[in-house]
């Protein structure tokens, strides 16, 4: 196995992935010089300005949090150009304040985490939120959405707008997604953003990537023939 392929293999194989390096791991098809460790100390450096972890009560602090990364320092969902590659990779995220559900999501949990909240990732149909347990209560956030707080019939009407159709969402929708299920999702999200242009090779790192995470799912052998199809290794394509 390729040796960048076997680290990755290794950081998720974990029994609790860390997201943020997973994330940067993921970000490093995109831009292959980066240095986790920069990014990494951004994560704590935006923690530590936040205030959050001076502030008493569970509620208090998450509302704190959420003041300040999406009042504060900007970070908001990009609608403009949703399938923007950047979008998924975790570095640019933070350099742009733009992201998609998911990596706004990651952001939110990590520095979450840096002051003391419980968050969880919670993948909706077609939507991902953060789940913030306060207590006996768990709160819902939508980072996409400006990090409001969202309930049950809100969270249903933005997984119909990301499907196109009307959602009933169950007790088992909201239930706690774990972190290889998170790491899963950031590739097929950014596997669709370098299909959509064609952009092949980037396609093939991500699909090897799925199959380290999941190398009895038949579509991503599929995908994996389909990338090398068109970048002309048809014999490789076919074995």
Known sequence: MDPVLRAFRDLVAASDVDLARAALAIAAIEHPDLQPADHLTRLDELAVRSGAASVR????????????????????????????????????????RLGIPITLALVTIEVGRRVGLTLDGIGLPGHFVVGARLGGDVVLLDAFGGGALVDRGRAEALAARAMGRAVRLRDAHFAPVSGRQIVARMLR??????????????????????????????????????????????????A
């Open 57 to 96: 009560g569970a509620r208090a602090r998450l509302d704190r949090l959420r003041a300040f990364l999406f009042a504060e320092e900007g970070f908001r969902g990009n609608a403009d150009d949703y399938y923007d590659p950047r979008n998924s990779c975790l570095n640019d995220v933070l350099d742009r």
């Open 189 to 238: 999200n950014l596997q669709g953003a370098y299909a959509r242009r064609r952009a092949w090779d980037r396609t093939l790192a991500v699909v090897e990537r799925l199959l380290v995470v999941d190398g009895k799912a038949a579509t991503h052998v599929r995908d994996r023939g389909t990338a090398l199809v068109n970048l002309g290794r048809l014999q490789h394509g076919a």
